[in-house]
């Protein structure tokens, strides 16, 4: 028993295999589900009725601030990645994703930032500010409590966790489809989570580099969001270029899996199937190009805000297509309504209802009356919970019999969903006439007129979150009691169906082949239909002929991934819950101890995940297109520099930003001594240099060079953040410190950025060093020192930019 | 191309990226119009990050689909970053 206990426990920590990861998301995010929803309950006790005091002002804006954060980023998009950790190596024919350490450390740098944001209600206040964290009101002297910094702490983390998961899931689906299946011949779900992935990639480092600025101004007292060059308008913008293309992030794989469900259901395939897929490209693109609708009051020009009226309207366009198409898939056909189909239906309906809200918003003269009001609140929830979450809720129901091998008691799930449906409408439907309430006011006095419709909110909250007490139920009861399912009880026409439920740990004996004609074979046994929409066929596959194959299994486990994630939690803990050491203007002393343990240990941990072995195949007769000859990690690496560019993109975005609107910037080479910039730019370039001609010696297996290259690169790498050291410390003998002037807070937070990826590129250098002297890389196994070189050119790339720009101009 | 032609080139590289850091240094004693001297300078900046991406991170060697993966990623960031300035600067 103890002994089973013990595998059992090791298994869930060390995993690395694509389903069981699923699942820890999936129970994660439904965990912290509940818990959002406690504060909303919470919430809506406080507003039933005019003058009450459950929770205190400062208490319901913490409320409000967390139940926000935890819903966009721990439940949404978490519980659509565990979905899309468990299925889509299923759907495209993969055995599991590119780098699945990687995913492994992906959920448990998402878990510990959970941890983290939850945490921060235990030291002195969690953030209070709303999930947009609107400045000035963040900067440290408004809001001191170091709950917040916890907080930034936590999005940091959850942020990274999301680049990871970003690069690995789209090198994944890039490179490792089965043999046949184009991209063209994916169903919904793996096309709305590959852009979904896009629009990640492009979003969070731009979410990461603003709470970065912001923790920085906070924790260090520089001035870019408390100065009136950046302040708000700064924010407002590197917040919502990341914030409105985080909406289609939460709500792309809900509508991927009702399109799914859909023409399962509909016993159709999907009616306009390009189109709609078609439409979601669009969208994706459009998303980044409509973030000034949230910022039509903040004075931004008229000529900007046509621009974004045009495209916030344009957006709405391609959903059109959506819906459309969604509904003309029931047309004509025998819809089997079963809970997958009820919720995938229910969320098209409150789509509709969320999606022409939104419109009115477009529209500059009524978003100047509605944006601060409930009517708001109504929209986007009609969108979050009405459409993203009652997708999601259809998504477990429709795969819960392939993940668990059982099925759920249908007719509980029904009861879950006319209930959910009923008290969904009532909590939010009264929000849309609460026209003239603001939002996040704690309460309200009783001659507002705002009682009746906020005690019907309240009653409906209720009832919607009771609800889902019936699906816990449900859940929890059937995967242990519940009737076998066998593979297809749907009889859907996805690959994943075609496997035993649940599917065995190496998911295939033999990887499928999908051929142009629509069908899928396993081997030389018969073809079975593929569901996506290039084909009209409809057959059942019975995924009987798929049985388990030991000589496959796939241990996979590590114990690196979650210790690395431990030791970030550790160290972000260590940096954030020091208390403030001076009152004004405030400052904060790091808990020392905790950031010494989180390096340590960090240290252990990656020297151990650099030691394991741990093979990876890439098995090359597969669909690869449109990145056939590149390897799978050489494309990770570009993908993930690819976010890079946007992070440093930002940070030098917010720097012209400030310094165009600062007419005392001080001229160049009166705050920063140009001979440091030229002689910090030829080391670099330098450095450069003996890291290409590492490489060189490497492929030309000569030891020596290759050991003196590398050598030299450290040498150069160490010059160059030597020479910055001493401007540093030379400007701060001058008395300019990083708060002395927004040129200062710019200069130390961008080439201290710059600085700590050259660190990182150095303790890289150190670890190719030691492998060089033991011989390696010089008998053709130099694609580390390739893929090194990617990440240290360009780092060299982002000081080519900042030497003339905080040195020269 | 032949090891010792490759090494030559990487050498040839390096020239020309010192080159022109040097003509950024020596650059706002030629051209006296601020702007214009922004633009160069940038300009100058854009070709040494091309030719380190080209050259030393070997974009020119690898299937197109890779360094239109870049470029396109690149156009993208920078149009976005142009969309923002102009919500700064123009129609006010």
Redesign the interface.
């Known amino acids: 028993m103890a002994e089973q206990l013990r595998a059992s426990v090791k298994r869930w920590l060390y995993t690395t295999n694509h389903k069981d990861i699923g699942v820890l998301y999936l129970i994660t995010s439904l965990f912290l589900f509940v818990a959002a929803g406690v504060l909303a309950i919470t919430m809506r006790t406080q507003l039933s009725v005019p003058g009450n005091t459950i929770l205190t002002a400062n208490v319901y804006n913490q409320f409000v601030t967390v139940h926000g954060m935890l819903m966009i980023f721990w439940v949404l998009s978490p519980l659509a990645f565990g979905f899309a950790n468990f299925i889509i190596p299923l759907q495209i024919g993969c055995r599991d994703l590119a780098f699945p350490r990687l995913n492994s450390m992906s959920y448990w740098f998402f878990l510990f930032s959970g941890v983290m944001m939850i945490l921060s209600f235990f030291f002195g206040a969690a953030p209070d500010l709303g999930w947009t964290l609107y400045s000035p009101q963040t900067a440290a002297q408004f809001t001191p409590t170091i709950g917040f910094n916890i907080g930034a702490g936590a999005l940091i983390l959850m942020t990274v966790s999301i680049t990871m998961s970003s690069v690995n899931f789209l090198v994944t689906m890039f490179k490792m489809r089965a043999p046949g299946l184009k991209l063209r011949y994916m169903s919904a779900f793996p096309w709305a989570i590959l852009l979904t992935i896009f629009m990640m990639l492009?979003a969070f480092p731009s979410f990461l580099a603003a709470v970065v600025l912001l923790y920085v101004d906070r924790a260090f007292g520089t001035v870019y969001f408390s100065s009136i060059q950046g302040g708000s308008l700064l924010w407002d913008?590197v917040f919502w270029?990341f914030g409105h293309p985080e909406v289609y992030i939460v709500l792309f794989p809900a509508i991927g899996i009702i399109a799914d469900i859909i023409p399962t259901f509909a016993r159709r395939p999907l009616y306009f199937f390009k189109y709609v897929i078609g439409s979601m490209v669009v969208v994706a693109m459009l998303s980044?190009?409509v973030w000034?609708h949230h910022m039509f009051v903040t004075?931004?020009?008229?000529?900007?805000?046509k621009?974004y009226t045009v495209t916030t309207i344009a957006i709405s366009l391609p959903f059109d297509v959506m819906v459309i198409s969604l509904i003309e898939t029931l047309g004509m056909a025998k819809l089997r309504l079963k809970a997958p189909a009820l919720f995938a239906l229910g969320a098209v309906a409150n789509f509709i209802v969320g999606g022409i809200t939104g419109i009115y918003l477009a529209s500059v003269a009524l978003d100047y009356g509605l944006r601060g009001t409930y009517f708001v609140v109504a929209h986007f929830h009609y969108l979050m919970v009405g459409a993203s979450i009652i997708g999601l809720i259809g998504g477990l129901y429709y795969w819960f019999p392939k993940i668990t091998g059982r099925m759920y008691n249908e007719k509980t799930a029904k009861i879950h969903f006319v209930i959910s449906m009923i008290g969904f409408q009532i909590l939010y439907f009264p929000m849309f006439l609460l026209l003239d309430m603001p939002r996040r006011i704690v309460t309200y006095a009783p001659d507002a007129g705002w009682g009746l419709l906020n005690l019907t909110a309240t009653v409906g909250g209720f009832i919607f979150g009771g609800a889902q007490l019936l699906l816990f139920y449900n859940l929890y009861r059937s995967s242990r009691v519940g009737p076998l399912s066998g593979p297809n009880p749907w009889e859907a026409w996805t690959l994943e169906w075609a496997l035993p439920s649940p599917p065995p740990p190496h998911d295939f004996d033999v990887i499928p082949t999908f051929s142009a004609d629509g069908t899928i074979r396993f081997g030389s046994s018969p073809g079975l239909p593929n569901g996506s929409s290039h084909s009209n066929e409809i057959g059942y596959p019975n995924g009987s002929s798929i049985g388990s194959h030991p000589s496959l299994h796939l241990e996979g486990l590590s114990p690196w991934p979650a210790l690395m994630a431990f030791a970030a939690f550790i160290f972000f803990l260590g940096l954030t819950i020091g208390k403030p050491a001076n009152p004004q203007p405030v400052s904060y002393q790091p808990f020392w101890p905790l950031i010494a343990d989180g390096v340590i240990l960090g240290v252990i941990s990656l020297f151990g995940y650099s030691r394991e072995k741990f093979t990876v195949h890439e098995d090359v007769h597969v669909e690869s297109w449109?990145?056939?000859?590149?390897p799978n990690m050489?494309?990770g690496i570009?993908t993930f520099l690819?976010a890079e560019?946007?992070f440093f993109?930002v940070l030098i975005?917010s720097y012209?930003?400030v310094r165009?609107?600062d007419a005392a910037w001080p001229p160049?080479g009166t705050l920063f001594d140009?001979r440091n910039g030229?002689a910090m730019?030829?080391v670099l370039?330098?450095s450069?240099?003996t890291?290409?001609?590492a490489l060189?010696s490497a492929?030309?297996g000569n030891r020596s060079g290759l050991i003196a290259s590398l050598g030299g690169t450290l040498v150069l790498g160490a010059a160059f953040l030597y020479i910055k050291a001493g401007e540093w410390f030379s400007l701060g003998h001058s008395g300019v410190f990083q708060n002395y002037s927004l040129p200062a807070t710019s200069y130390f937070i961008t080439t201290g950025t710059h600085g700590v990826h050259v660190f990182a590129g150095m303790c890289m250098t150190v670890y190719l060093l030691a492998n060089a002297i033991k011989g390696k890389y010089v008998k053709g196994d130099h694609t580390t020192l390739?893929h090194f070189?990617?990440y240290w050119?360009?780092v060299?790339?982002v000081w080519?930019?900042l030497?003339?720009l905080f040195y020269?101009? | 191309m032949s090891?010792l032609n490759?090494?030559y080139l990487?050498?040839i590289i390096?020239a020309a990226?010192?080159g022109e850091?040097d003509i950024?240094?020596n650059?706002?004693s030629v051209i006296p119009s601020?702007n214009e001297?922004?633009t160069v300078?940038?300009a100058?900046?854009g070709t040494?990050?091309i030719l380190?991406?080209m050259?030393?991170?070997?974009l020119r060697y690898?299937?197109k689909?890779?360094s239109t993966?870049?470029i396109i990623?690149?156009v993208?960031?920078s149009l976005?970053?142009g969309?923002?300035?102009?919500?700064?600067?123009?129609?006010?």
């Open positions: 492009y913008n270029f980044f190009a000034g004075g931004i020009g008229i000529v900007s805000t621009l449109p990145f056939k000859q590149v050489k494309l570009w690819g560019v946007i993109g975005g012209f930003f165009t609107n160049a140009i030229f730019t030829l370039l330098t450069s240099l890291a290409i001609m060189a492929r030309a390739e070189g990617l050119h360009f060299d790339i080519v930019f030497f003339p020269l101009i | 090891r490759t090494n990487y050498l390096f990226l010192i850091t950024e240094v650059l706002a601020y001297y922004v300078l940038l100058i900046a040494k990050a380190i991406a050259f030393y991170q070997h690898e299937p689909s890779l993966w870049v990623g690149l993208i960031a976005l970053m969309l923002s300035f102009v919500q700064l600067h123009v129609g006010h």
